[in-house]
């Protein structure tokens, strides 16, 4: 039996990375096998890409190039990573995934989210999650956590964090839209209270994909 593609999505500090690897813990604790990815990353080629995306440099990538690069990414982690442990039956949990690039380069960045799809149906040859959680956090709380994060691991933002304020309120808007478009793919959860009441509504989430 293919194995269950589950997507972790939001705005930064929404706790995509955090909620990612507790269910993992608690599927395999179950005794599921699980594969953690990321996007852009999860191979050595893509994680190379993320590299490219992300650091400041004073030649940065302009949009189209930006959407190029991180679909590079995200056809090296799908065929290489991602549908062969579906194929597996295994448990498939990625932080981030096609839905960002629709945020942040369409939303964000104003390309055409209809553009966006077709180029993402060719990176993906079509792959799409069976579920995808939306971590949703208003902007003061996204702020706050990524400069407590950035403080406890004395990092700096990277090149998409220091984007304005703006960008960052399109980009919130357009997950909750994105969301609204396909209720039957998107669970939303709001991500601003306690750690352990999120994860018990992603963990809720997951039952009932279960029963599908
Ligand atoms: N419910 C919560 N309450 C308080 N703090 C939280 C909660 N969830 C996560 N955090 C903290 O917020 C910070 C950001 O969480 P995390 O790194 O999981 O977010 P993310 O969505 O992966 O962010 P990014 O998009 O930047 O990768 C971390 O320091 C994490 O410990
Ligand atoms: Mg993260």
Redesign the pocket.
């Known amino acids: 039996m293919r194995g269950k593609f589950i997507t972790f999505e939001?705005p930064?500090?929404?706790?995509?990375?955090?909620?990612v690897k507790e269910l993992a813990e608690q599927l395999r604790a179950e005794g599921r096998t699980v594969l953690m990815t990321r996007e852009p990353g999860g191979t050595r080629l893509a994680e190379l890409i993320r590299g490219l995306v992300r650091d400041e440099v004073d030649d940065p990538p302009v949009t189209r190039s930006e959407v190029l690069l991180f679909l590079a990414a995200r056809a090296q982690v799908v065929s290489q990573v991602i549908k062969p442990a579906l194929a597996r039956g295994e448990w498939v949990l990625c932080?981030r995934f096609a839905d960002s690039t629709f945020a942040y380069q369409g939303y964000g960045r104003g390309i055409d989210v209809k553009l966006l799809r077709q180029l993402n149906e060719f990176a993906t040859e079509g792959l799409t999650p069976d579920l995808t959680i939306l971590?949703d956090v208003p902007l003061e709380t996204s702020r706050e956590?990524?400069a407590?994060?950035q403080a406890?691991t004395a990092t700096s933002a990277d090149r998409i964090?220091q984007a304005g304020e703006m960008f960052h309120r399109r980009l919130r808007e357009g997950f909750l839209e994105l969301a609204k478009a396909e209720p039957e793919r998107f669970v939303v959860i709001d991500?601003s209270?306690?750690?352990e009441e999120?994860s018990k509504k992603v963990r809720d989430a997951v039952l009932s994909l279960e029963g599908r």
């Not at 930064?12 to 955090?18: A, R, V």
């Open positions: 939001g930064e500090g929404g706790g995509k990375s955090t909620h932080d971590l956590r990524l407590e994060r406890a964090e991500s209270g306690a750690r999120v």
